[in-house]
């Protein structure tokens, strides 16, 4: 008995054409999801900047909550650099207060609780300290790649198991980086009434 294979060249052709075109199909379906990976992975690398209240000619730049007068005794704890201050508005301890950098006897500083925050705006009732050049240098605020923004302390320091975290952050928990030199810079992150602490990535670094 003879078996025939019927169409000839022309179904073949179709059989081939049609292969061809779920090849480009999967072909494009793996090039897509190839591309959502890359788009979706995870940040990397630290992006660093400098905080500035006022610009190059001396105007405020950031929003302005409350307007009071006070005096600035010695540099900033919280953000150490040149033109930052810690001061009394009465009774009240600001630090950092910013002053602009285009006189050397400003009538006013701004002060903020965080680089997100507005400004106290600190009208001077006096001249500012002498800059101590043997101030410690140190980042003023960070934010996790969790969220959280974290701000560095001025008070008491607490600890978890060892490590002294000298950052609060905005979740209620605190922080301390690690080498800021780094070009992804990491932070343990602990919980302090738990007394746990995790190993986290920072995605963003403000200094005074």
Not at 20 to 49: D, F, I, M, N, Y
Not at 63 to 78: M, R
Not at 84 to 106: E, H, K, M, Q, W
Not at 175 to 181: G, H, K, N, Q, V
């Amino acid at each position: 008995m003879d078996v025939r294979v019927c169409g000839g060249r022309g179904s073949l052709r179709l059989i081939l054409g049609i292969v061809a075109l779920a090849l480009a199909l999967v072909l494009a379906g793996c090039a897509a999801h190839s591309a959502r990976q890359t788009g979706s992975s995870p940040h990397t690398g630290t992006k660093t900047e400098s905080f500035h209240a006022y610009d190059a000619s001396g105007q405020l730049v950031v929003k302005v909550a409350d307007v009071a007068s006070g005096n600035c005794w010695t540099n900033s704890v919280a953000a150490p650099a040149p033109d930052s201050y810690r001061c009394f508005a009465g009774n009240n301890i600001l630090d950092p207060c910013f002053a602009p950098s285009v006189t050397t006897a400003p009538a006013e500083v701004a002060c903020l609780a965080s680089p997100w925050s507005a400004a106290r705006v600190l009208k001077l009732t006096g001249p500012l300290p002498v800059a101590d050049p043997a101030a410690v240098v140190r980042p003023w605020a960070f934010q996790l790649d969790n969220g959280a923004r974290c701000v560095a302390s001025t008070g008491t320091v607490p600890a978890v198991h060892g490590i002294n975290l000298a950052y609060h952050c905005t979740d209620g928990r605190n922080a301390s980086l690690r080498d800021t030199s780094a070009d992804t810079v990491t932070a343990d992150y602990g919980d302090v009434k738990a007394q746990t602490i995790q190993l986290v990535t920072v995605t963003r670094i403000w200094r005074g």
